[in-house]
């Protein structure tokens, strides 16, 4: 069993940074795909950014120029670096994982979900 916590949510004006984490426990984390998605009130979860198992990276284009996904598979933790946010960043994130996606887009083919991080950016 593959256990996913996130961390490094929180509360920060519009333009601060994040920097949010996911720790991995179980499994053979180097062997996953690594994803963030995340879920606004009222709104269904969409998709962030991911990482393969070789660290090629896969952004949503509101994502792309202002985060950056990464991973240390010595840490079995995936990150995600949040710079330049906007209030409509606002959502909880999740990390997920899996070992055959075959679309980092879609959160239906991942395996592994953790619990969320809430980001709220005030205007």
């Known amino acids: 069993q593959v256990l996913l916590v996130e961390s490094g949510g929180g509360l920060v004006q519009a333009g601060a940074s994040l920097r949010l984490s996911c720790a991995a426990s179980g499994g053979f984390f180097s062997l996953y795909g690594m994803g963030w998605f995340r879920q606004a009130p009222g709104k269904e979860r969409e998709f962030v950014a991911a990482i393969s198992w070789a660290a090629y990276t896969y952004y949503a284009d509101s994502a792309k120029g202002r985060f950056t996904i990464s991973r240390d598979n010595a840490e079995n933790t995936v990150y995600l670096q949040m710079n330049s946010l906007k209030p409509e960043d606002t959502a909880d994130y999740y990390c997920?994982?899996?070992?055959?996606?075959?679309?980092?887009?879609?959160?239906?083919?991942?395996?592994?979900w953790g619990q969320g991080t809430q980001v709220t950016v005030s205007s």
């Open positions: 997920a994982g899996g070992s055959a996606i075959g679309d980092y887009k879609y959160a239906k083919d991942y395996t592994y």
